[in-house]
């Protein structure tokens, strides 16, 4: 499976997200965007593919999209943010103890927790990908690639990764891009160094 975070620690895992006005605040728009990205081909989903959108809160919170099971991701912002927001909406109804997993719509889990809690059960090594990192070419390692949201990782986001047993930092050369297209750079290279299966990907 290819495991990717993305960390936007000043956006709120509120329990209603504002449809209309999705760059506003916390720029569900670009969270909306990975969920796309991360997830979505021209004309299917990335079954080999597990995302996690960590939300820095309050409160704290990771929603997990697993490839394999998820349904009703359509390739549009405005779509995409409505079933995020029908998955936070769940996790708010049954408002769990933090840590908790719910499974809320198909596919989609949340579970309350804070950036370190979520790095200690992630499949090492991590793959921080940092503008500032040598320039990587070829065939990614495997691991848990991890990208920062549209201001990046905030400084105790940092401080929770500094210690982790394992942190690779791997960089894409000199253009700093976006969240989403960040993860649309890795999927390339994994498609096309790592052995992608042609046509191997599931139907929406
Ligand atoms: C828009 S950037 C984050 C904001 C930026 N660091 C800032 O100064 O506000 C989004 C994320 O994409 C990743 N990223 C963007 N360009 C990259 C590059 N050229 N190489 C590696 N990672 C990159 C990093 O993880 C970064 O945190």
């Excluded at 000043?10 to 209309?20: E, M, N």
């Excluded at 704290?60 to 009703?72: C, F, M």
């Excluded at 992630?122 to 949201?149: K, R, W, Y």
Aim: hydrophobic letters at 45%; one cysteine or more; charged letters at 15%.
């Amino acid at each position: 499976m290819r495991r990717f975070v993305v960390a936007f620690p000043s956006t709120a895992a509120a329990s209603k997200v504002d449809l209309h006005n999705l760059a506003d605040g916390g720029r569900f728009d670009l969270v909306a965007r990975c969920a796309m990205t991360g997830l979505l081909t021209s004309h299917g989903i990335r079954s080999d593919t597990v995302l996690e959108l960590h939300l820095g809160g309050p409160p704290p919170l990771t929603l997990t999209l697993d490839g394999r099971k998820v349904t009703h991701l359509h390739p549009s912002e405005r779509a995409a943010a409505g079933l995020l927001q029908e998955a936070l909406s769940s996790w708010y109804r049954v408002a769990p103890p933090m840590t908790v997993p719910v499974d809320t719509t198909p596919g989609i889990t949340a579970r309350g927790e804070d950036f370190g809690r979520l790095l200690d059960r992630l499949e090492q090594p991590i793959i921080l990908l940092d503008e500032s990192a040598p320039a990587h070419a070829g065939a990614m390692p495997p691991g848990t690639f991890l990208v920062g949201g549209h201001r990046g990782l905030g400084m105790a986001d940092l401080a929770a990764l500094a210690v982790q047993p394992q942190v690779l930092r791997v960089g894409l050369g000199p253009v700093h891009y976006h969240a989403d297209a960040v993860l649309s750079v890795v999927h390339y290279l994994l498609d096309t160094h790592n052995g992608a299966v042609p046509g191997g990907f599931g139907g929406l």
